[in-house]
Nanobody, 121 residues
């Protein structure tokens, strides 16, 4: 499965963005999808994810209460809505697909190219 992340941009603190992960080649509903981010000089970290069964998701502390994730299987896409953005959310955001899922990077076999999110103070 090939993934393409989009929707990043420059936003002021407190603003919102919606990131999209578009899949091609295979049906994304067969995969767990995770969003990860990497800030300059830092390791890639998990943000939020959704399992094949949509009722199962994980949200890390950094995203809790502010980010939500959802699928649109008809469009073969997964979205993450990011609200109340903070300057520390600035990073390149990646979507990834896995048969296993969860917050561990090693579980993910397929990665999109990343989309830059910049939050100004």
């Amino acid at each position: 499965v090939q993934l393409q992340a989009s929707g990043g941009g420059l936003v002021q603190a407190g603003g919102s963005l919606r990131l999209s992960c578009t899949a091609s080649g295979r049906n994304i509903s067969s995969y767990a999808v995770g969003w990860f981010r990497q800030a300059p000089g830092k390791e890639r970290e998990p943000v939020i994810g959704i399992a094949q069964k949509d009722t199962l998701t994980y949200t890390t502390d950094s995203a809790k209460g502010r980010f939500t994730i959802a699928r649109d299987n008809a469009k073969n896409m997964v979205y993450v809505q990011m609200n109340s953005l903070k300057p520390e959310d600035t990073a390149v955001y990646y979507c990834a697909a896995s048969r296993v899922g969860g917050p561990h990077i090693v579980n993910y076999d397929y990665w999109g190219q990343g989309t830059q999110v910049t939050v100004s103070s």
